[in-house]
């Protein structure tokens, strides 16, 4: 089992920045894949971005088309903390972000086994 809890959203002004937190518990997180996907009202949950271990002590990351050069993903030595830095953000980037871990990498919502409940992000015009 792997416990996930969220930080850091809140209200911020169109072309500011957020950064999200998300500290996992459990006694293989470090192994897992996490990312982040988001879920505007009236919207489907959608990929945001995502950290997959490499097996040679480094994380990879991968990005939705709609956040690449805004938005970057990063996790510790430990692997149990993931960190979204959010920039230059728009009113559409308004949703409420969650943060998942997976056993596979994946950009699915169905591929996601664990999940965090989730925290608001605002973004003001």
């Known amino acids: 089992q792997v416990q996930l809890v969220e930080s850091g959203g809140g209200l911020v002004q169109a072309g500011g920045s957020l950064r999200l937190s998300c500290v996992a518990s459990?006694?293989?997180?470090?192994?897992?894949?996490m990312g982040w996907f988001r879920q505007a009202p009236g919207e489907e949950r959608e990929f945001v971005a995502n950290t997959r271990w490499t097996g040679r002590n480094s994380y990879l990351a991968d990005y939705a088309n709609s956040v690449k050069d805004r938005f970057n993903i990063f996790r510790d030595n430990s692997g149990s903390t993931v960190i979204l830095q959010m920039n230059s953000l728009k009113a559409e980037d308004t949703a409420v972000y969650y943060c998942a871990a997976a056993i596979g990498s994946s950009k699915n919502v169905a591929d996601y086994n664990y999940w965090g409940q989730g925290t608001q992000v605002t973004v003001s015009t």
């Open positions: 459990g006694s293989t997180s470090g192994s897992y894949a």
